[in-house]
């Protein structure tokens, strides 16, 4: 038998476990009235998966009174914590069943819980399948990847995407929503592989999107 097959038994015993409804000894309350969800799980593996889980849980052991330790995470959504808790425990995802914004969601909730294997994959996944939603959304991807020093291969992505491919985001269907400081960096890159005449075309594009009531015609927008 093969170490693969070791593995996967091992992964599948995991989640058997993650089914249990009697030996768990923690509950995790995820989400916001309207949408919360309480799941139950086993305290040695969340302590020895997740940092960010194993600060808390020290925090909070268990005590010999049969009450059962409680925490929450108000800033995940259930759906989101429960492919989660599926890597946590079988240490795998099935990344093909969930669309960009959710692996997007996926992302940010492992950055919280300070999955740094899951957070470094999706990223690259995100990069090698869903290039073309990430151009069209660029304002979005870009506000994401910066908020957060642990994105750097989406931080790559977008500085790369300004210097070198700036057409797609002038191009594509959501560039009157990107941000002011966007599109100053946008304009300011000195590896900007863009004419002038071209950047000035498209700064008025995006201001006049911002002030319709502007003229869209270049000789009139000169004072």
Known sequence: MSDNKFLSKLSQNLLEILNDEEYYD????????????????????????????RRILSTNKKKNDGILTHIK???????????????IYGGSLSIGKYDTSDIIKILIAANELNL?????????????????WMEQNFNFIY??????????????Y????????????????????????????????????MSEVQVWENVLKWGHAQNPELSSDPANSII
Do not use: W
């Open 116 to 132: 740094q294997e899951l957070v470094e994959y999706l990223q690259l996944t995100l990069i090698k399948n869903n290039a073309n």
């Open 143 to 156: 506000q994401t990847s910066f908020v957060n020093d642990s994105f750097l291969e989406l931080q790559k």
């Open 26 to 53: 923690i509950t995790i309350e995820v989400g916001n009235d309207p949408s919360v969800k309480i799941f139950r799980a086993h305290m040695v593996i969340l302590n020895y998966r997740s940092p960010y889980l």
């Open 158 to 193: 977008c500085t790369d995407l300004i210097s070198k491919e700036p057409e797609k985001i002038f191009n594509s269907s959501n560039y009157s929503l990107i941000s002011e400081k966007i599109l100053i960096s946008l304009i300011q890159n000195e590896n900007l592989q």
């Open 73 to 87: 995470l108000p800033n995940i959504l259930p759906e989101i914590f429960q492919a989660i808790l599926r890597y």
